[in-house]
């Protein structure tokens, strides 16, 4: 188990370190997803079953999206349809896939180990985590739900079309 | 049980905290910058569940599942910032937006 952690962490450390250093976004977006499935592991060795499964859940899935969607509204220009050719070369996908493949291998082994709960810290389990949270923490739940909404609204309002009016107040910043 | 001493997971938050900031000052591209910080978050919030499973204490997870509420709340405002920062500059470069007057 204690190689499991040293191995994930190892994963994520790579992957984050393609994330900072790649030149083409999408490159970028797909280590960036195996670093957070990496970390992901490392929270599942420790002992944070219930952190690993939102980190996958809402980190992997709902954010890393929301980027990639965002990538794709931007839309940059006529170097798109280069880029494409080059995404479907191997280069592109063999570094996340080996990466990958290294975190599946652990999860096998975990798995065919017999017994997830044996793991390498304290184990919080998610029944201790959800009294607190709706316990001592009920008010950090209901503002966390507040800024949820104020960043909902704020995306809605800044994401908006450019009234007539609105334009007029920047035409020459128009093109 | 061997375990893991805490100090290494706290030296691999580090790290990961560290390459984040590298991330937000060596590149200019802000989806880049966005994407730094979010490493740079997520390895806080590290760092409190290697605490939590130190000494068995929910606090630490309830202190990252605030952070996931705020970084997905950042990274919808700040996605959506950048969109209007590509159709205004038609650029991602972020010192195109150094100045304040718009």
């Known amino acids: 188990m204690n190689l499991l952690f040293y191995i994930s962490a190892l994963v994520a450390i790579l992957a984050t370190g393609m994330v900072v250093t790649r030149k083409n976004i999408v490159h970028a977006l797909l280590y960036l997803v195996v670093s957070l499935l990496a970390i992901s592991l490392v929270f599942f060795v420790i002992g944070a079953p219930f952190i690993a499964a939102l980190e996958v859940i809402v980190y992997a899935g709902a954010i890393m999206v929301l980027f990639l969607f965002a990538i794709m509204v931007l839309n940059l220009g006529k170097e798109t349809t280069e880029q494409e050719k080059q995404w479907l070369s191997p280069a592109a996908w063999v570094g996340p896939a080996l990466l990958a493949l290294i975190l599946a291998i652990e999860i096998v082994f975990l798995i065919t180990q017999g017994q997830p709960a044996a793991s390498v810290g304290l184990v919080v389990d998610p029944k201790t985590v959800a009294i607190a949270l709706f316990g001592p923490y009920v008010l950090g739940v209901e503002i966390a739900s507040f800024l949820l909404l104020a960043g909902l609204v704020g995306a809605y309002h800044l994401g908006r079309k450019d009234t007539p009016a609105a334009q007029c107040n920047c035409e020459g910043d128009r093109s | ?102």
């Open chain 2, 1 to 102: 049980m061997a375990s893991v001493p805490m100090e290494h997971g706290l030296i691999f938050a580090g790290i990961l905290f560290s390459m984040g900031f590298l991330g937000v000052l060596a590149r200019r591209n802000i989806i880049f910058i966005l994407m730094s910080i979010e490493v740079m978050l997520n390895a806080a919030g590290m760092a409190f569940v290697i605490a939590a499973s130190r000494w068995g204490q929910p606090d630490g997870q309830i202190m990252f599942i605030f952070i996931l509420a705020m970084a997905a709340a950042e990274v919808s405002v700040g996605l959506t910032l950048i969109i209007r920062l590509y159709q205004r500059f038609h650029t991602l470069d972020t010192d195109a937006a150094s100045l304040l007057r718009g």
